[in-house]
């Protein structure tokens, strides 16, 4: 096998590596290696920041390690290398009635990278996080191979999901599939005027798939005005089609321009009537929308971009609107901002969800933009939420012990399964995860 030195980045591409990666096709290549020790994994790069990023050293980049290996359809649970992509995984099952129970806003994210931060989506409310249908993975750590699952190793398990890719090498995973009624979403979209009548939409969904877009512009008494989305699975019924599109370059400063991006929120707005409706959109469009847009991320530029993902409980809803009049005063928002209700779900010590909302949004990389991230992120601790190492690309690591209570449960499992610090990534060496403190 052939390392290739190279730049390589997440999708936010503002933070970047060098180093050497690996594609190895087959299990035994895999092995060869992993000869003189484990090297970190990673698969598409779809986190934002630096979780997939290994400056001066290797990487193994586990995407062509992808096969389905077996089905199982009276129970649903799916065996799959852990380089499979989800969308790929939901466009063959749907028309079977099956989808993946818990699918990211990407359907490029990879099996193993869903495991590694044990994603949510929009029906986290109802199904939890990615991790709570995992049925057992197969985990390549210093002393071997082994199976483990949430009933025969639950503390090795809790450690792996959400845990970054430190206890090991996920090979492949079973995952257990969930019943759908066919491969078109049904769905519903309705406007809120402001904060108070989005968040009362929100809870009062009974929808199984809900995700609400903001105007992060809007202020005043249109603070929090956006759209809500909630969507069912539906069959016979005929999708209305959106063309693919691909960004060819990275586009100028102005293209997201404060003016430009006011101005496109407020059409984005009216897009949808006054009184709602109802339209019937493919799968795919309805789970990973920015898909279409091949390479979205270069519409900020070659500087690239940061996301500030937080969530906060149920209680601390003031303070999630306190940060939205920052954002909204600051005039540093694009047009991708989400809010979403969050359950109580979730598998791992360091997994990302928690009951109440969650506030996504995507700022330029321009030094103003960092130090409203900074901000964001010290009004998050304050009102006892957590942000998402996903997306993160700023944080500090003394921020970070607050707000994952369970960090020493994680780094003892870490510290057994690689003892000599070998999978250890620039994200976990910036918020400095590994070391007691």
Not at 208 to 228: E, H, M, P, Q
Not at 397 to 408: K, N, Q, S
Not at 421 to 429: A, E, F, P, S
Request: proline share 5%.
């Amino acid at each position: 096998m052939v390392w290739k030195t190279a730049d390589y980045w997440g999708w936010g591409r503002a933070l970047r590596a060098h180093g050497e990666i690996a594609r190895p096709e087959r299990r035994a290549a895999l092995e060869a290696l992993l000869a003189e020790g484990l090297i970190p994994a990673i698969g598409m790069r779809r986190s934002y920041g630096d979780a997939p990023l290994n400056d001066g050293g290797r990487v193994i980049d586990m995407t062509r390690l992808d096969r389905m290996l077996a089905f199982d359809a009276a129970t649903g649970v799916l065996e799959v290398e852990a380089g499979a992509r989800i969308g790929e995984i939901a466009a063959i099952f749907a028309p079977r009635g099956w989808l993946p129970a818990v699918m990211p806003g990407t359907g490029f994210a990879t099996v193993g990278g869903c495991i590694g931060q044990d994603v949510h989506g929009k029906n986290h409310h109802h199904a939890g996080s990615f991790c709570q249908h995992v049925v057992s993975l197969r985990l390549l750590t210093a002393d071997g191979e082994r199976e483990v699952t949430p009933h025969k190793a639950p503390e090795l398990f809790r450690a792996t999901a959400g845990g970054l890719g430190q206890t090991g090498i996920i090979l492949s995973a079973r995952i257990r599939l969930m019943a759908c009624k066919g491969d078109v979403m049904v769905v519903t979209e309705r406007r809120a005027e402001g904060w108070d009548e989005f968040l009362a939409l929100l809870d009062a969904s009974e929808a199984s798939y809900t995700v609400g877009w903001l105007d992060a512009t809007a202020k005043g008494a249109a603070l929090g005005r956006g759209i809500l989305e909630e969507g069912e699975t539906g069959a016979g019924l005929v999708p209305r089609r959106v063309r693919s599109r691909k960004v060819p370059f990275d586009a100028p400063g102005f293209a997201l321009s404060r003016p430009v991006v006011r101005a496109f929120n407020a059409a984005y707005y009216r897009r949808v009537p006054e009184r709602g409706r109802t339209v019937v959109k493919p799968i795919s469009d309805f789970f990973f929308p920015l898909d279409r847009i091949h390479d979205w991320n270069r519409l900020y530029g070659r500087r690239g971009f940061h996301q500030f993902q937080c969530v906060v409980p149920v209680a601390a809803a003031p303070a999630l609107r306190e940060m939205l009049e920052a954002i909204a005063a600051s005039g540093l928002a694009s047009p991708l901002a989400v809010l979403k209700r969050m359950g109580p779900g979730r598998a791992g010590h360091l997994s990302f969800p928690m009951e109440g909302y969650t506030l996504a949004v995507d700022f330029p990389n321009r030094a103003e933009a960092r130090e409203l991230i900074k901000r964001l992120e010290e009004m998050t601790s304050a009102a006892g939420g957590r942000i998402y190492f996903a997306k993160d690309s700023l944080a500090r690591g003394t921020d970070i012990r607050g707000m994952y209570p369970e960090l020493a449960d994680w780094q003892r499992q870490v510290a057994r399964a690689d003892p000599e610090g070998r999978l250890i990534t620039d994200l976990v060496r910036r918020l400095d995860l590994r070391s007691e403190g």
